[in-house]
């Protein structure tokens, strides 16, 4: 990495910012603006898999996993913007679950999110709840908190699984192990460039219908998924009748046509 008196011709993983830019224009990460800005897309379809709270104003993931790790960084290099964050990961086991920590998340004072992770590359298992911290400490502080509000809760408890992850798995897989991550002297400076020129889209949706149009995705994905819990929220009906079943072996009677 070059110095950034330029920040386009700044060399990174072998090619310039430029370069970078222009391939995330490319792939629709990001779209040209007036006075060399871009505007980084929402890009999440709606209905999403998750349901987010911000209470941290800091946090730009869209900037720092869909901009600088997939294309600046061409997945080789963790960005120091994601060097101090944790997460404290909850992990649901039915969608009956899945809504409780959402109550819980709700009544914490943390950024999080939960939802759907059933078709996530990276991640194992069927539900997911994270909340964000900045530093190890801090999530430490907060993995007790939400602990004890998983184990409280009526729809919870001590067995669902509560611990501490650091960044996005997307970052060990490509980048190794979490505890041994290092940075570069130059990377702050350069996300700092970068960010002042690259502005986030704003959802078209008003927050509580992303919430309703979510919740009707999680009940479908859980019928999908074999997860009755689901009957739950639909007053017991079933989103789709239930197949016929024939007994493997023809009754005395015979069977009729």
Known sequence: MTGIQDVSTCVVEGRSVAESLSEAVSAGSLRPQDAGTWLRPHGEATPSDWIREKRDASRNCRFYMGVMFNHVYRKRQVPAGCASCFKVKVVPRTLQELVALRDVGHALPYTYKCGVEAAATYTSGIYGGYFYLNGLDAARAAHDLIRDAVDRHAKLGSDVPVFIKRGC?????????????????????????????IHLERSPESNRVRVQQTMAHWIRQAYRLGDDSYLAFTGGRRLYPAVVRYPAAASPEGEQA
């Open 169 to 197: 798995t997307e970052y060990e897989v490509h980048c190794g192990p979490s505890d041994r991550y290092t940075f570069q002297p130059e990377q702050a400076a350069l996300e700092a460039a970068l960010l002042g020129r």
